[in-house]
């Protein structure tokens, strides 16, 4: 590999580290926010929504990181369409999941 590709994958791993650090730093804060909100309520279905989206918000804050990443990076408009393609299947998949637990845990919470 020449330098300036090896330069090239540094950036985008670089970009890739800041902007996915970032995401998982801000998520953490929101969530902490959002417990201590949920805390103070009366009823349960804000606790429910909080651990249903716990898990999927790790993959949602590193999906972030990834988009900013393959945005940034200097790979051919060929196979950075591909990529965001296959990103935006998983994410909406991801959401699809989310959903269906929460409706999950809501039919149990209503019976």
């Given amino acids: 590999m020449e330098y300036e590709s090896l330069r090239q994958v540094a950036l985008s791993l670089a970009v890739l580290a800041v902007a996915g650090g970032l995401a998982l730093f801000v998520r953490r804060l929101l969530m902490s926010v959002l417990r201590r909100w949920a805390a103070k309520t ?3 279905i804000d606790d ?3 651990s249903v989206i716990w898990g999927p918000s790790i993959f949602w804050a ?3 990181g990834l988009y900013v990443a393959i945005g ?3 790979l051919p408009p060929r196979i950075i369409q591909v990529s965001f393609t296959l990103l ?3 994410v909406i998949l991801s959401f699809t999941f989310v959903a ?3 409706a999950s845990h809501a039919l ?3 019976a």
Avoid: D, K, P
């Fill in 42 to 44: 009366e009823t349960a």
């Fill in 62 to 64: 590193i999906a972030l």
């Fill in 108 to 110: 149990r919470f209503a």
């Fill in 100 to 102: 269906a637990n929460v």
């Fill in 48 to 50: 429910i929504l909080l």
């Fill in 88 to 90: 935006h299947a998983l």
């Fill in 72 to 74: 940034t990076s200097g």
